[in-house]
């Protein structure tokens, strides 16, 4: 069984700038929630999607957007990139229904 | 609003010393509760789910139990390799699809 992916794992960033991370889902999985962690902190739940669409949103402004794939993979986009976006952003995919999440190793962005 | 918290925020255990991990939280229904590791730059590690209270789950040296204000995870007879962060997390009924964390604990075992 194949467990939950993320690209890249590590990135720098401009303010300003646009980024994408990538996730793929453990296999069997069809629902995927991203987290940002900022250091010494819990992850924040930015948003979960399924069947292609968001399926509930925390308290992340518009310029984080999302998209899932036919096969159950995602991306993460986050616009105009401000210092504070510097975090451990995390992917987790589950089964439907079910609140077990199972986490990627996230990827590392830093933005200067 | 949906909250939860975690004490202490660090713990220092002797190799062998038994302790407990608070985590209380004030939601609107409780859909889950559940328990994270999470070891220096990795995601967390599913470890439990608690539904109801009253309802204990055990795996190695880790046990939960869940309360209806609060759930303990009890680590005993810890060994090194049990040094990590733990997280806890609730899932509301009244937002069923988002789960809210808390800061966690982070343990470290002395040999």
């Known amino acids: 069984e194949t467990g939950v992916t993320q690209s890249p794992t590590h990135l720098i960033k401009t303010r300003g700038q646009q980024v994408t991370l990538r996730c793929s889902s453990q296999?069997?999985?069809?629902?995927v929630s991203w987290y940002q962690q900022a250091l010494g902190q819990g992850p924040q739940f930015i948003f979960q999607?399924?069947?292609?669409?968001?399926?509930g949103r925390g308290n992340f402004p518009p310029r984080f957007s999302g998209l899932q794939f036919p096969n159950y993979s995602s991306e993460l986009n986050v616009n105009a990139l401000e210092l504070d976006d510097s975090a451990l952003y995390l992917c987790?995919?589950?089964?439907?229904?079910?609140?077990?999440?199972?986490f990627g190793p996230g990827t590392r962005l830093t933005v200067t | 609003e949906d909250q939860v918290t975690q004490s202490p925020e660090a713990l220092r255990l002797q190799e062998g010393e038994s302790s407990s991990l608070n985590c209380s939280y004030t939601?609107?229904?409780?859909?889950?509760l559940f328990w994270y590791r999470q070891d220096p730059g990795k995601g967390p590690e599913f470890l439990f789910t608690?539904?109801?209270a009253g309802e204990e789950k055990e795996k190695e040296r880790l046990k939960a139990t869940l309360t209806k204000k609060e759930s303990f995870l009890h680590i005993t007879a810890p060994k090194p390799e049990d040094s990590a962060t733990y997280l806890c997390?609730?899932?509301?009924?009244?937002?069923?699809?988002?789960?809210?964390f808390g800061t966690g604990t982070s343990l470290t075992v002395i040999p």
């Open positions: 608690l539904y109801s």
């Open positions: 939601v609107s229904g409780l859909r889950g």
């Open positions: 987790a995919s589950s089964r439907t229904g079910s609140g077990e999440q199972y």
């Open positions: 997390a609730v899932q509301a009924a009244n937002t069923g699809n988002q789960f809210y």
């Open positions: 999607y399924y069947r292609e669409e968001e399926n």
């Open positions: 296999s069997g999985h069809n629902t």
